[in-house]
C-alpha cells in the first residue's frame, strides 16, 4: 500500500506509480483533477473528478507480471467519502418547523419571528407544497420596510405575509455540503431550505454549520485574524433606527457597533425592538414613528473578544456554544459568514466525513 497526500492539484496533475505497486491511497485535498498513471507494457491510467477532502482507495490487481490491465481497475465507490447534508446536519431535522399562512397579517409574522427566536418562518412548507419556498426573514421585513413610505407603515404591518416574503433557496439532503455552502456564498442570504421526499422542508442557516467544526467535518489552517472584517462598522448611539437600517443594508452588515461602547446591535435585535409587543399599541395609534427610536434604545450585547490568532477551529466552536453572534479581535469582527464563507471562497477550508 502507497499512502499518498495530493495538495493544491492542477487540471492535469498526476501520480506515477511504479509496477510494483499493488494499491494506493489517495486523500484529495482541494477541488481538482487527479490521474493515477502506471506504467507497463503499454501505459495505462484512471481519472477522477474529486470534490474537497475526498479519501479515496483505488487497488490495481496485475493480470500478469509484466502489464497492468485497466479491466482489472477496480474504483470502490463506497470509499468516497463526502460529507453528506443529511448525515452532517441531522439536528435540523429533529427541531421544530413552525410555519406561516400566507394570509397571516405580516405584524403577527414579525411577532411570531421573535417568540421562536429564528431568523425565518417558512410559508406552508407541506410535502404537497409547490416546489417555490416562501420564508419571512427579519432581515427581508426590514428591507421591505426601508422601502415603504411612513404614512403606509399601516399597511405594511397589516399585509399578508406573503407580500414580505422572499423566494428561499432549496437543496436536497443527499446533496454534499458543498452544495450548501456554494448556495450560501452565491445567494449571500444566509438561510436554505434542506428538502428530503420523506420530509417536509426544514430551514438550515450559516450559524447552524458552525458545528460542522466540532465534528470535524470542517477544518482549516487559517487563523481568525486572517478573515476578520475591518474596519469595524458603528454609529453613535443617538442614531435612528431608520438611517442605522439604511446604513447597515448599503454596506450589507447585520451588525452595527454603538460608537464610544464596545456593544454590538444585530438586524435581529432591532426588529425584536420594533416589534415587541409592548411597543405595537403606541404604533398603533401613530405609525409614522415605527422607526423613530434611537440606536441606543435597542438591546445591545458585548461580543466575546479572542486572539487575533486563534485557530478559526476553535473559536468557531466557542461562538457556536454562545448561540451565533459575532466575535471581536483586534483585526476585527469575525462572524460565521468569515469562518465559514471566507475560508470556502479562498479553497482553504477542508471537507471531510468528520465523526458520527
Not at 257 to 267: G, L, N, P, Y
Not at 279 to 290: D, E, Q, S, W, Y
Request: charged content about 25%; hydrophobic content about 40%; glycine content about 6%.
Amino acid at each position: 500500500m502507497l499512502a499518498v497526500c495530493v495538495w493544491n492539484l492542477g487540471n492535469a496533475q498526476g501520480l506515477r506509480l511504479c509496477a510494483g505497486v499493488a494499491s494506493i491511497h489517495l486523500v484529495v485535498r482541494s477541488r481538482a483533477r487527479w490521474n493515477a498513471y502506471w506504467s507497463g507494457n503499454g501505459s495505462q491510467h484512471a481519472s477522477c473528478y474529486c470534490a474537497a477532502d475526498v479519501t479515496c482507495n483505488y487497488r490495481f490487481a496485475r493480470a500478469k507480471p509484466d502489464k497492468w490491465r485497466e479491466s482489472n481497475f477496480q474504483a470502490y465507490r463506497s470509499s468516497f467519502v463526502l460529507a453528506k447534508i443529511r448525515q452532517s446536519l441531522p439536528y435540523i431535522f429533529d427541531r421544530p418547523c413552525p410555519s406561516l399562512e400566507p394570509s397571516t397579517e405580516t405584524s403577527l409574522a414579525l411577532l411570531l419571528l421573535s417568540f421562536h427566536e429564528t431568523d425565518a418562518l417558512p410559508i406552508g412548507f407541506r410535502r404537497d407544497a409547490p416546489s417555490k419556498k416562501l420564508v419571512v426573514s427579519g432581515y427581508s421585513c426590514l428591507s421591505k420596510l426601508l422601502e415603504t413610505d411612513p404614512q403606509d407603515y399601516a399597511r405594511f404591518l397589516y399585509q399578508p405575509c406573503k407580500e414580505v416574503s422572499v423566494k428561499l433557496p432549496t437543496v436536497f439532503a443527499g446533496k454534499d455540503i458543498e452544495t450548501l455552502l456554494e448556495i450560501f456564498r452565491v445567494e449571500r442570504f444566509g438561510i436554505a431550505c434542506v428538502e428530503e421526499k420523506s420530509e417536509i422542508g426544514r430551514l438550515v442557516s450559516l450559524r447552524d454549520l458552525l458545528a460542522l467544526y466540532e465534528k470535524s467535518i470542517f477544518r482549516t489552517d487559517l487563523a481568525v485574524g486572517e478573515v476578520a472584517s475591518s474596519p469595524v462598522f458603528s454609529l453613535p448611539g443617538d442614531t435612528s433606527l431608520k438611517q442605522a437600517l439604511k446604513d447597515m443594508f448599503k454596506r450589507e452588515i447585520r451588525r452595527v457597533f454603538v460608537s464610544e461602547t464596545q456593544r454590538v446591535v444585530s438586524d435581529r435585535e432591532i426588529l425584536d425592538y420594533v416589534f415587541s409587543a409592548s411597543r405595537l399599541g403606541h404604533i398603533n395609534k401613530n405609525p409614522t414613528t415605527l422607526l423613530d427610536a434611537k440606536l441606543s434604545d435597542v438591546k445591545s450585547t458585548k461580543p466575546e473578544s479572542v486572539s487575533a490568532t486563534a485557530s478559526i477551529n476553535r473559536a468557531a466552536v466557542e461562538l457556536c456554544a454562545i448561540g451565533g453572534g459575532c466575535l471581536i479581535c483586534d483585526k476585527g469582527v469575525v462572524t460565521p459568514w468569515n469562518m465559514i464563507i471566507k475560508p470556502w471562497s479562498e479553497k482553504k477550508l477542508t471537507i471531510s466525513a468528520g465523526q458520527f
